[in-house]
């Protein structure tokens, strides 16, 4: 009678078989790699380990040492033609370029005058069954071999005995990475005969996977998830949808398919429970322990996202008759907001009250900007152009021919580009909402011209507002280096960072602008149509009113006014008489004067105007400066000399505003405290 085999081995032998020293053998106890078991020389302080656990061991190591499939690389299995990375290098026009070229099909995709096909051309044939006789004579042959053991049986499956000595008959394929996890797909089944049949619907959708988007629907069907989104929905993709679209659905498949492993198209339409699975998968995926003893946070746009795309899949599949329905539509997002009118808010979500801010709100914001006079123009223009009616993606591409020709200045700017991120590269590309017209302002005329005059009169083809170096103006750049710290000198929040309560984005003024031009005059008389308000802040007339039904109302101050007269008065409101008015009167210091008011040093004032950053004149051999070019620039208040405003002054320069006090009573109350500061000894 032969002698069992062993099922432990000592801690010397472990050593051996894994080509390792012993000391490792017990870190790999210590982690619960290796299970160790009583010893007769545990007295002696030698331990034996199991033999399971060490050929489960080296499974492990074996599938961890082999490569991953392709299919597993995003960018290997979603690819973006050369074309379109071509043209993010080059900041090409997307509308310029030849459409991409379908994927080529299949050698072996039958041709379309004969799109029918027999199903015994693909896929494998079935093996002739084994006897009993032969699956006794390979049983006897296990039980001589150790635990774990397997031998061959006929049509590529494999008979093993598990712990109790009943048969298990399993099957491993060599894939090319078509329709499996990994790159040796398989299963255990309890008998030969089934083992087979799932072996013949491995490779049968192996022989199908290859045909791509030409396989038949049925097939389709019993086709893995991302097996089928890699085949037959990102072709379609490449066609129909933009590089950048396509490059952030990519993105949101990260997250997608480590959650969907295993599930075929028609287990999720049938059972609507794996929704909820995936779901609570993608939930605790991302989600986020900030600090020790601090709340988890979950991404939920992260998770609404990789929804999305599936929810996107599935869609392109019913459209296909694949599928007959999509089983997350519907789904509500984790991500949302609830409105009054019903439970799941619409894309476009009502906007707050407190949202809404006062018409000067871009003047003040504008106040708080510094720079040289050509860049601090172009700053304080961005948020007038947004109260006006554009997006900040289409002021980043906005040029001289969009609202200028060689006469001049038009009634009309013609807004035809964008500016995107495309995966960190700056592109252009087309408008949102396409290609529209705007009434351009009078006021935002003058300020645009006076901008072009002193660029030089630059081509009609360059850039309004580009970076140093001459290109794409990055808005997350602007945001952070610009935006949150005029907020904070202009005295809206105490520090100049988005976290501050008091903040608030650029793009809110849009919401100033829209309810600034549903009560404001046109210039030949009357109101403005909501659907030219809907035109010029490109949304159409239902977003219109549910956005923003609830909060037109006659703002004060704004009633009987045209655009034009509103923002002219609320650049009057923060910066007092501008060059041009009727009432404006210029003041000119000498550096000495300029000095004393200032707080600077005359060699410090005389190499700004040197250099160029601020205005100046040079008379007998004297520098001068006017008093608005000194409060233009922020080194004085900005009204009739007042002493720029800080939260440390106990009023900032919204209390003024809001106030209703003269000019001459904020100038007394501004130069009080100038005395108080200089009589202190502060600098």
Known sequence: MASPAPTRISKKEAAERLGCSTRKIDRLRAAGELVAVKSSREQQGHVAITLDSLQAHEQRQLEAAQPRPA???????????????EREAKNLQPWSRAAAAP?????????????LRSPNRIGPQPSAAPSERQLAQAERALRKRPLGASKAVGGGIHMRLDREGRRRFQFRLRSSG??????????????????????????????????????????????????????????????????????????????????????????LENDRQLVTQITHALVAD??????????????????????????????????????????????????????????????????????????????????????????????????????????????????????????????????????????????????????????????????????????????????????RNGGL?????????????????????????????????PYLLRHVGVTLMA????????????????????????????????????LDGVGGLTMDQIIRNARRHVWGPLPGDLDYQEDEYDLLEAAELTGKSRNALAAQIQRGSIPGTKR?????????????????????????????????RCDYLVSGASGLDRCSEGSRRAEAVRKSGDP
């Open 473 to 505: 103006l990055d808005w997350g750049n602007f945001r952070s280096g610009v935006w949150y710290p005029a907020l904070h000198r202009a005295g809206i929040t105490d520090t100049p960072k988005a976290s501050d309560p008091e903040a608030f984005y």
């Open 178 to 267: 078509h329709g499996c996890r990994s790159g040796q797909p398989g299963g255990t089944y309890d008998s030969w005969q089934a083992a087979c049949e799932a072996r013949l619907a491995f490779e049968l959708v192996e022989a199908e996977a290859a045909l791509g988007i030409t396989a038949s629907a049925a097939a389709m069907r019993n086709f893995e998830i991302d097996l089928y989104a890699e085949k037959v929905w990102w072709p379609d993709c490449t066609i129909h949808l933009a590089v950048e679209t396509r490059l952030s659905y990519r993105g949101y498949l990260k997250n997608l398919l480590p959650h969907i492993k295993g599930i075929t198209l028609a287990q």
């Open 286 to 467: 991302k989600t986020y322990i900030p600090g020790d003893g601090e709340k988890p946070d979950v991404y939920k746009s992260a998770v609404d996202h990789a929804l999305q795309v599936l929810s996107v899949i599935y869609e392109h599949a019913v459209e296909a008759e694949v599928i007959a329905l999509n089983p997350l539509a519907g789904r509500r997002r984790l991500n949302r907001r609830r409105g009054t009118a019903s439970k799941s808010a619409p894309s476009h979500r009502p906007i707050l009250k407190s949202e809404v801010k006062l018409p000067h709100t871009a003047a003040l914001v504008g106040s708080g900007m510094r720079g040289d006079p050509v860049l601090i123009l172009q700053r304080r223009l961005i948020p007038e152009l947004i109260v006006m009616g554009m997006r900040p993606s289409d002021i980043l591409a906005m040029r001289p021919r969009w609202w200028r020709d060689k006469h001049g200045p038009r009634q009309l700017l013609h807004i035809d580009s964008s500016v995107k991120d495309l995966a960190g590269h700056l592109i252009e590309d087309e408008p949102k909402t396409g290609e529209r017209d705007l009434y351009l302002i009078p006021a935002v005329a003058e300020w645009l011209e006076l901008l072009y005059q002193l660029q030089d009169c630059p081509d009609l083809d360059s850039l309004n507002f580009p970076n």
């Open 519 to 554: 009560r404001a005059e046109r210039p030949e008389g009357g109101t403005y149509a909501r659907d030219e308000v809907a035109d010029q802040f490109g949304h159409t007339v239902p977003t219109l009113d549910r956005v923003y039904n609830h909060v037109l109302k006659n």
């Open 103 to 115: 994927p080529q099909p299949h050698p072996n995709a039958p041709t379309a005058q004969k799109p």
């Open 71 to 85: 299919r597993d690389d995003i960018k290997a299995r979603f690819p973006i033609p050369e074309q379109d990375r």
């Open 620 to 652: 007998k051999c004297k520098l001068y400066v006017t008093k608005f070019d000194l409060a233009w620039h922020g080194l004085i208040g900005t009204d009739l000399g007042c002493p720029p405003p800080s939260r440390a002054s106990g009023r900032s």
